[in-house]
């Protein structure tokens, strides 16, 4: 009966094996990766008494464009790239956040889909432009803001993971978080994001000084997903348990044919204490005690018929 079962648990353990190769999706292939340390994408930095003077205006800042920007044309003139926030970037960035404390759906409808390689390889192209953009935001968390002349207190900050894109992140600053979004260090938020570029920003990293789109915003539209599925549901999760369950059915049949091949109530003997009682008697002893128990003479036996001795003859 055991070679009976395991077949069958086998085959059964290897049918759900297939079955939940099939049922997961195969993981997207990853998004070749950009780099993005600053060292790299800007040169390395001046030795000794070397200074870095900045690049004149570029035209395509300055030149009239044929949709609204975030700022005026000189104040995002004054942006650079690959810096940390600068004083001349204020102006910029006060200007975008009354342009879009003002703004209207319909103004934020006519954003054109950027990718992060766009973004971050024509950070002068997209400055002060409308662009959309989609993915998972992780550590959400509100900062105060320095002090302004649009009077501002504070703005949400995030870190977007764009869908289909290389795993560095893009910066999203925005007025107004969505009601019922969870914020926090350790959020995972689908989103929807309308808003102005403004410069790639240099950031701290863990391991060394990068940049980073920056993109700011009015408020995301929050894409909630259904809750993930309980790995503990998942058929991968069933193998071991069920492959348990057909083993212990295989031991208990293997149990019950032992037993059944034994007469029921016959435990093993004790031969000693068994014959602790036991007194040897002779033949003669038994048959004389037969005799007595029958009421027979106990004196000398006759001789059968037929049958005489030595000294009669």
Avoid: C
Avoid at 52 to 67: C, G, M, N, Q
Wanted: aromatic letters at 8%; hydrophobic letters at 45%.
């Amino acid at each position: 009966m055991l070679w009976r079962f395991l077949p069958w648990a086998v085959a059964v353990v290897l049918l759900l094996n297939v079955l939940e190769r099939s049922w997961r999706k195969a993981p997207p292939a990853p998004a070749p990766q950009v780099e993005t340390a600053l060292d790299i994408v800007r040169g390395p930095r001046p030795a000794g008494t070397e200074v870095i003077v900045e690049a004149p205006v570029d035209a395509v800042a300055t030149r009239p464009s044929l949709s609204a920007r975030s700022a005026a044309d000189d104040v995002l003139s004054r942006v650079r790239d690959d810096t940390f926030f600068r004083e001349a970037d204020m102006e910029a960035w006060v200007q975008t956040w009354r342009t879009l404390s003002h703004a209207t759906a319909d103004d934020l409808a006519s954003a054109p889909p950027v990718s992060f390689g766009e973004l971050f390889g024509q950070p002068r192209s997209f400055r002060g432009r409308l662009v959309s953009l989609q993915g998972t935001l992780h550590r959400v968390e509100y900062l105060a803001a320095p002090a302004n002349a649009a009077g501002l207190e504070g703005y949400w900050q995030g870190w977007l993971e764009p869908t289909d894109g290389p795993s560095s992140p893009i910066i999203i600053q925005f007025l107004e978080s969505p009601e019922g979004m969870p914020t926090g260090l350790r959020v995972h938020e689908a989103v929807d994001v309308v808003g102005y570029f403004l410069k790639r920003h240099a950031y701290q990293a863990t391991d060394t000084v990068r940049v980073a789109p920056l993109v700011m915003a009015k408020r995301p539209l929050w894409r909630p997903t259904p809750g993930a599925p309980d790995p503990a549901r998942s058929p991968a999760a069933w193998l071991p348990a069920l492959f348990a369950v057909m083993m212990g059915l295989g031991v208990a049949a293997l149990w019950l044919v032992q037993r059944s091949g034994r007469r029921p109530g016959r435990h093993p003997v004790d031969v000693d204490a068994a014959l602790a009682g036991y007194e040897p008697v002779t033949i003669g002893e038994a048959l004389r005690r037969m005799a007595m128990a029958d009421g027979a003479p106990t004196g000398p036996t006759r001789e059968p018929l037929g049958v005489t001795s030595e000294t009669q003859r």
